[in-house]
């Protein structure tokens, strides 16, 4: 696959996700300016040596895996890093095109206290997703 097409890809996926999170996170402030509080998609699933996760963090898993799929990058260390370097990207300029003026009050039971700001362990989620395909390329799986 060569280099443009991979390009292309990745930037179009970077486009199509943050209108999906733009608009559901528009669809949600309708409803209360506090989101990260009603968003079901931050309720805490588990918990692992104190990093909670939530389907947000579940999907951060697929779409790195996913991404890995379409740029089939293989065992290809280039190509992983590429996609790391993406994640980073996104984690770095979350705070610039998001508002994130706001706190949830109520911190039981959800993960993120603001979900217009990336945390740290959204890259841990990332890199997950990354083991996932390499583990299911290995294996013959995709």
């Known amino acids: 696959m060569n280099l443009i097409l ?3 890809s990745i ?3 970077y486009i199509i996700s943050t209108i999906f999170i733009k608009k559901y996170n528009n669809l949600l402030r309708k409803k209360n300016e506090n989101i990260a509080c009603i968003d079901i998609m931050n309720k805490k699933i588990f ?3 104190s990093i909670n996760a939530c389907i947000w963090n579940l999907s951060h898993i697929l779409i790195y895996c996913f991404i890995c799929y379409i740029i089939n990058a293989k065992l290809s260390l280039q190509k992983h890093v590429l996609v790391f370097i993406l994640g980073l990207i996104w984690y770095l300029s ?3 095109y998001k508002k994130g003026y706001y706190n949830c009050k109520n911190k039981d039971n959800i993960v993120y206290e603001n979900t217009d700001r990336g945390r740290l362990d959204d890259l841990i989620f990332n890199t997950i997703g990354q083991f996932l395909y390499i583990i299911l390329f290995y ?3 995709i």
């Open 6 to 8: 991979v390009s292309f």
């Open 11 to 13: 930037i179009f996926l």
């Open 47 to 49: 918990s692992i040596y």
């Open 94 to 96: 979350c705070p610039y």
């Open 139 to 141: 294996f013959k799986i």
